[in-house]
């Protein structure tokens, strides 16, 4: 996959890609964010929903597209305020509000919190920095989220306790306590985790993507012309291998952020084969 830049360009290309502009615009951000959703759960991983099974009556294949969708929205308004506004700027409650969105139209839980909660960091990472790589907007998440405000984290503990009420777990919702960033609000969060699944969702933003970072590695030593399924599918079955106590539904969250960078930092690739 790491040579779909030097891919030659197709009799269609000048014309599908006349309105190309240098800076990854707000209505292009959606367009990567709703692909990567949709694509996500299409192929086939074990432990998850695909197209030829869902995972259960909560977790259906409609239910992970029409909310892939319904974030579309949140996420052109994050880019829009960045590059409009500048950062720091409070961005999280538009966290909530791809969370509340998320539900439009559908049945079911949370299918997209994990979703969110990975890509916003990587975002507005690449959108302040205006990195061209997956790698350096990785690297850059913890100059980003220790510049986040103290009202940020009282959204994103808002949208995690409504996350919890969408997949009925009320037990779940915490009393919401300001902390003076994101990041620091996710290691006190790691720090008092007990379940597994909060531990390693936890880790995964704290210790600056380790999992997303090897999967990312894994997705580039593939074949370019290998369809896009079979890669996620490698991807997915290589990292679960390497990383056997990590929730299957984490894994399957971080595969729909390395599509979201592949795509968006590959601007023109035909990453769909």
Known sequence: MANLLLQKKGRFHDVVWADLEEILSPREVRRYVQLAGVL?????KEGCTTRTKDLNQFQKLEYFLTGAINIGDAFEDLAYRILHKGFPITTYDLAFK??????????????????????????????VNKEKTPEEIITRVPLILEQTTSQDTVWLQKMQNFAFEMSGYYERNFPINKERTILEYYKKRLNNSIKPSDIFHNEEIVNTYPTLRYMLKTFNEQDSEYPLSESMKTTYDKAKEKYPEIPKGILADLNACLIYLISSCQRTSKIVN
């Open 98 to 127: 791809a969370q509340t969105d998320s539900k439009k139209n559908r049945r079911g839980g949370r299918v997209n919190q994990g979703v969110i909660e990975f890509l916003f960091p990587l975002i507005i990472s690449q959108l």
């Open 40 to 44: 996500e759960p299409i192929s086939e």
